[in-house]
């Protein structure tokens, strides 16, 4: 059977999940999940993902939740090399430390800035920009102390994949980060050499700068944890 991958169309762990099997030339079937219908919190999808979270990998029945996981796990089944996961123990630390530093940290400061008050009720404050501003400050920093092109080495690996969709977030409502100047240029160089992966993001970074717009309309949704706008 072939790869199933249920995503959502703007979300940044769902792009990054893409951009993985784009760049590790794997085919698979895509199926849409309509956050803004909820499909995420049926029954049917809980069997999939307890958690409601998106996005899964169904690989014949096998199912992978969280994106650092699906990443791990694709780059591990599908690389012909190990250049996006490097084995080294060294460069495998880094990519690890990256991608548990965008999920405490890079996107969810990012995530709790830009995407929550997008989709629910909450308000965005001058704490949650400095936020922001913090989580690109050490981004910059480890970018810096690195000295490579990529976050985790000289070439893209699974790590820039999530904090590349992470950063497309600030682009998506013109929050300005030129200021951490290696974060602006590991940005752009990124959409320069891997035009075939950013033109998935593309479309999403587009949608989340028209939601921003005219916020959906969620006050069908009865979510367990966040406010929703009625």
């Known amino acids: ?25 794997v085919d698979y079937k895509l199926v849409n999940v309509d956050f803004i219908k909820g499909e ?37 089944k599908f690389g012909k090399d190990d250049r996006l996961y490097p084995k080294e123990l060294k460069q495998r630390a880094i990519i690890n430390h990256r991608l548990c530093f965008n999920l405490s940290t890079y996107y969810r400061n990012i995530s709790e800035y830009v995407m929550a008050p997008i989709f629910f009720a909450y308000e965005r404050t001058p704490l949650g920009l400095k936020k922001i501003h ?14 490579t092109k990529y976050a985790a080495g000289e070439y893209v690996t699974i790590a820039d994949f999530q904090l590349i969709t992470a950063t497309m977030c600030l682009e998506a409502i013109n929050i300005d980060f030129s200021q951490y100047q290696l974060v602006k240029k590991w940005y752009n160089t990124f959409k320069k050499e891997h035009p075939d992966l950013w033109a998935i993001a593309v479309p999403a970074m587009k949608e989340i700068s028209d939601f921003e717009k005219l916020n959906p309309d969620l006050s069908h949704m009865n979510h367990p944890i966040h406010p929703v706008r009625k």
């Open 1 to 25: 059977m072939p790869l199933v991958l249920h995503a959502v169309s703007d979300g940044p762990p769902s792009i990054a999940v893409r951009m993985a099997l784009k760049a590790l030339n």
């Open 40 to 76: 995420h919190m049926t029954e049917e999808y809980a069997k999939m993902n307890p958690q409601k979270e998106i996005p899964v990998l169904d690989d014949d029945g096998f199912y992978l939740s969280e994106s650092n996981a699906i990443l791990q796990y694709v780059a591990e």
């Open 134 to 147: 913090i989580a690109l400050d050490v981004l910059n920093t480890y970018l810096e102390r690195l000295g």
